[in-house]
Each structure stands twice: as structure tokens, then as C-alpha cells.
């Protein structure tokens, strides 16, 4: 256990904290909407922002959130005026993202060494910038819930009730899309965009094996999404293999494990 006593073993498991909390947060809503394949669209869009962040020499996770809530609106916007050909052009937007950003790192001079660790993750690699980051995008998140969670729960459930009760479902769907999108830059240091919505998604899966209310699947889905995390991290240092893959091969493993015990 001497390994806690490593800075950069800390600042692992204090993201992989950070990010618990908005996937077991958000990730039940993704879930209870079946938006994974937007979300996923979201992910993959974001890695022309790291690409552009690249070439122009800022932070790359800055770069993300400007594309992904960019992705949020414009997916969201498909997602409702084109639904005979949403899956055509969601696709289109994720494969435009992804080449946009491969586009700009093959421009910016020199060799990216951490690419990989945005598009695999690497969460050993995390830095103090990007706990402080990570605990912004928390604060929004948190408050945002709290503040819409009627709202967000009524188009999740019951959309049809909520236009007749005067709620604006088009905007607030789209703020829907644009904290999945916050929630996705927070877990892309740790998994990376390939993984991410296995993250986003798992952890409140899980939850709903045993749980019907919806606080509940918040609640399991953060503790979850804990476990997740931080047996990944330990199974990625001492077995010497990448963090993202560990962490995913955790939550798979519990959540197949939960659907085996739900069907005895």
C-alpha cells in the first residue's frame, strides 16, 4: 500500500472520485433516456476540440468541452427535427469529429506522446489542473441536477405529460445533452473517448438490477461507479496494464455478474 503515498496515485483515485460522481449522477438519466448512442456521438465529436487544443497549444480538455457541448447542441437539435434520418447524420457528426481531430494532429508539429491517454485514458497521468477542472464541471453538474431534476425526470418518463404541462422539453433536453456532454470531458482523462460511455452507463445499469426508484439509482450508481474506479486504478498499477481497459473490465464484470443474480 505504500503506493497511496504517490502524488500521482493520489490525484488517480481523487478524479476517479470526481468522475463516480457525475457519471452515477448523470449516467442514470442517459440510461432511463436510452441516449447512449447520442452520448457516445458526444465522446467521439469531442476529439476534434483535443485535436484543435493541439494544434493551437492550449489545454486539450478545453478544447473537448467547447466541441462536446458544441456536438450536445447540434446532436440534440438532429435527435428532434430529423428523426427518419437521425441515425444517419449522428453518425456522420461522430465520424466528422473524430476526423477533425485527427486532421489537427497530424498538422501540429512534434509528437503528441499523450494522445493516447485521450483517446484510451490514462488516469495515472492526471494532473492538479485537471482535479480543479474535474471539481468545476462536479459543482455545475450537481447544481444543475438539483436545480432542473423535476424537470429532466418528467421528458425522461413522461415527455408527452411534460409539453402539456407548459415545460420547455426542447431546451431543457438540450441542457440535458450539454451536462452529458461536461460529464463525458470529466471521464475522458480516465477511460478515454473509445470507453467512456461504458463508464457513463455501467455504473447506473448496475444499479437498476435492484433498484426501481430513481434517487436510489443515483446514489448505487455513484458508490458504483467508486468501486469501478478505484479497483481499476489498483489492477492497472500492479498488473502493469492500461487504466481504462482495467476500470471497464471491473464494471463489466460486476454488471454481468448482477444480471446472472437477478436471473437465478
Known sequence: MDILTYNFFQNALIIGILASIACGIIGPFVVAKRISFLGGSIAHSSFGGIGLAYFLGFNPLIGAIIFSILSALGIGAVSKKFKNKEDAI????????????????????????????????????????????AIILNIIIIIS??????????????????????????????????LVALTIVILIRIVGVILVIALLTLPAATAQTFNKTFPKIILWSILFGCLFTTTGIFLSYYLNLPSGPMIIFTAVFVYVGFLIKDKI
Do not use: K
Open 145 to 178: 441536477v438539483l436545480a432542473f431534476y423535476r424537470w429532466f425526470t418528467a421528458i425522461i418518463f413522461d415527455e408527452e405529460f411534460a409539453e402539456v404541462t407548459n415545460i420547455a422539453v426542447f431546451p431543457v433536453y438540450l441542457f440535458l445533452l450539454c
Open 90 to 133: 449522428i453518425g456522420a457528426m461522430w465520424s466528422l469529429g473524430m476526423a477533425i481531430g485527427l486532421v489537427f494532429i497530424y498538422l501540429t508539429p512534434g509528437y503528441s506522446a499523450d494522445l493516447f491517454s485521450y483517446l484510451f485514458g490514462n488516469i495515472l497521468m492526471t494532473s492538479s489542473a485537471d482535479i480543479i477542472l
